[in-house]
């Protein structure tokens, strides 16, 4: 009697290991060394394609207080800290003035906020903080071309072309991108 259920709890431990076979261990091992590769490929990315924009705009920081053309602007990059995530975001902001008196915002600000994409194109977004606070965001193409063209888009986009041309020749001059002629 003791034999016959010793082979049916050794039967009962064979079952169990032959539900979950070889092959599904092969596949569950190869599924992790996948997950793993994904995620030192997007730490390597990372590293390569955003540490030369953080140079860039430590150099502007520091370049900024001798050109007269960079005072009132910032440029920034920040690279994704989401561990599957390719994509960062650079800017160029401008800078906020407030009032000493009373705390409040004096001027409207423009910041170009640019997503360098993962197989060369850029996507940009203009955002405009006005001093009142409200807020207007509108896309625009590597040529500063409206995306959207809305009346309420226009109205902004041209009401602030000056600047924000000025973030582009910016953004070309720290981070390499655009064609600003």
């Not at 409040?104 to 903080?129: H, M, S």
Request: hydrophobic content about 40%.
């Amino acid at each position: 009697m003791k034999s016959d259920m010793l082979t049916t709890k050794d039967n009962s431990r064979n079952t169990g290991a032959r539900r979950f076979g070889k092959g599904k261990w092969i596949v569950l091992i190869a599924l992790v060394v996948l997950a793993l590769l994904y995620v030192v490929f997007c730490a390597i990315y990372k590293k390569v394609k955003y540490d030369p924009y953080v140079k860039a705009c430590e150099n502007f920081m520091l370049e900024r207080k001798n050109r007269e053309d960079y005072q009132g602007f910032v440029a920034g990059a920040s690279p994704s800290e989401k561990l599957f995530r390719f994509s960062g975001n650079l800017s160029i902001t401008q800078t906020v003035l407030f009032n000493r008196e009373d705390g409040k915002i004096v001027n409207d600000t423009v910041d170009l906020i640019i997503w360098p994409r993962l197989f060369g194109r850029i996507e940009t977004r203009v955002q405009i903080q006005t001093a009142d606070g409200k807020g207007y965001a509108f896309l625009l193409d590597e040529d500063m071309n409206l995306i959207e063209k809305s009346d309420e888009n226009l109205k902004w986009f041209d009401q602030y072309r000056d600047v924000i041309a000025k973030e582009y020749l910016i953004a070309h001059e720290v981070f390499g991108i655009y064609n600003v002629k």
